[in-house]
């Protein structure tokens, strides 16, 4: 197989996130040059592609990570990393589109794969602010309340956990006046710190770390694959490919997500007396609404403020739905904490979700491209499938069987 169209660098965020320096990065690892060879070539260095790295090097397995720019500067930098273990459709939804059974396997995976996230990063001592917290995914209406607590009957029903709280312990907790909401614990953190001590693990058990590099040709070679970048080869036994959805280089796959962009706002830093006023306690909070809203505070006491997800446009339309959708959601949480008026908003940011049309994302082989392994597509919970991705991915490369592979196929 011969691949010949250059894997293009994606627009993976605009605006300045908190997470980032006002200076450039600093370069942390070489960019590929010469030749090298290695068991598992990861092309992307996003949170995806760290995960996967860092739980291939722990199983002995030797590794290089390629990435186009900086370790965790793509769409990883933008996250507001609420670490959910709630995949993005409810358990009715995934109930209703495969059946009982497999609904509640990918809830029980993905609460697992969160879990796994959280043990990691501890395990490994990685820096990057983890802290446990609630989240509350509430509602505005009385409908979707009834809908709210059918559905956490079921969750209960399927052996998962999550506590009704009613109008007055939601206002209590949040101030929110609402119907009602689900409680759950949860976690949030530093994205792009954990990323990055992510692939420090991985670099520390001897894989190959490159940045500044971007792979722009994939070639099938004996029973392996080459990777070419403009100065550099890598031969690998398989590559996996990171690089958050398909981009135009693997064209067949491309037509299966649909790009969209999601803002975040956030405030200034809260003071007490203003904190006091806005009565949002230390939890996480999201919607039902679709797109969702969503609310954290950072560990320097502002709120990241999200939501408002559109279809990807270009060029001056892009510009002007910044605009429009920073301002919406800015009247959006104003409605809904009017004492945020007096809080100024400090940076607002924009990002790339891939959507796959059933909001889980593709994990495995693909037939068209053998000894490739992809882990694409991740939406709002796009952490905490990157170590449901770490854990499939290495399952496959040892041979290990499992029916939970084929709920993330391609051909699901
Ligand atoms: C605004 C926003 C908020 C979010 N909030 C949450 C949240 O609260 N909770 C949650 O779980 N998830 C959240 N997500 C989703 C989560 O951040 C993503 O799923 C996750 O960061 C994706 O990581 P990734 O490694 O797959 O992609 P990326 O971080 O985008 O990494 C892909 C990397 O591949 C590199 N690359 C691309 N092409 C090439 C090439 N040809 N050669 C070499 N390198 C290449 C890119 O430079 C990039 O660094 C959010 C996302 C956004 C945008």
């Excluded at 403020?305 to 446009?313: F, I, N, T």
Aim: hydrophobic share 40%; aromatic share 8%.
């Amino acid at each position: 197989m011969h691949h010949t169209r250059a894997m293009r660098k994606p627009v993976l965020r605009r605006g300045r996130t908190i997470w980032l320096g006002r200076k450039k990065p600093a370069a942390r690892y070489p960019v590929l040059r010469e030749h090298h060879e290695t068991d598992v070539a990861i092309v992307g260095g996003g949170m995806t592609g760290a995960m996967i790295a860092e739980a291939f090097t722990r199983d002995g397995v030797r590794v290089a990570v390629v990435e186009a720019a900086h370790i965790g500067h793509g769409s990883t930098a933008a996250s507001t990393a609420l670490l959910l273990r709630e995949p993005d459709y409810d358990l009715k939804a995934l109930s209703d589109r495969y059946g009982k059974r497999i609904g509640k396997r990918i809830w029980m995976l993905s609460q697992d794969a969160a879990r796994d996230f959280v043990d990691t990063l501890r395990r490994l001592k990685i820096a990057c602010d983890l802290t446990r917290r609630d989240s509350l995914y509430y509602t505005l209406d009385e409908d979707s309340a009834r809908e709210l607590q059918r559905e956490l009957k079921r969750r209960h029903k399927a052996g998962l956990t999550g506590r009704w709280l009613d109008p007055a312990a939601l206002l209590r907790a949040s101030g929110i006046h609402g119907t009602g909401a689900i409680r759950t614990s949860n976690a949030q953190l530093n994205p792009l710190q954990a990323c990055i001590g992510l692939v420090k693990a991985a670099a520390r058990r001897d894989a190959a770390i490159f940045e500044g590099s971007t792979i722009n040709q994939i070639r099938s070679i004996g029973d392996g694959v080459r990777l070419y970048s403009a100065n550099g080869t890598i031969d690998a036994k398989q590559v996996v490919i990171a690089t958050g959805y398909a981009t135009r280089y693997f064209r067949p796959l491309a037509g299966r997500f649909k790009l969209r962009h999601t803002y975040v706002l956030a405030t200034n830093r809260i003071n007490t007396r203003e904190r006091r006023r806005l009565r949002i306690g230390k939890v996480m909070l999201w919607d039902t609404a679709r797109p969702y809203h969503y609310v954290r505070w950072t560990s320097d006491r502002r709120l990241l403020l999200g939501g408002e997800d559109h279809p990807v446009k270009p060029g001056a339309r892009r510009a002007l739905q910044f605009a429009d959708a920073t301002r919406a959601l800015r009247e959006y949480f104003e409605g809904l904490f009017p004492a945020l008026g007096d809080v100024g908003i400090d940076t607002a940011w924009e990002g790339l979700f891939a959507m796959t049309p059933d909001s889980l994302p593709y994990i495995g082989p693909h037939r068209r491209y053998p000894r490739h392994a992809f882990a694409l597509g991740y939406g709002g919970n796009g952490m905490t499938f990157a170590a449901l991705a770490a854990r499939i991915l290495v399952e496959q490369w040892r041979g290990v069987a499992s029916p939970d592979h084929a709920l993330f196929a391609f051909n699901r």
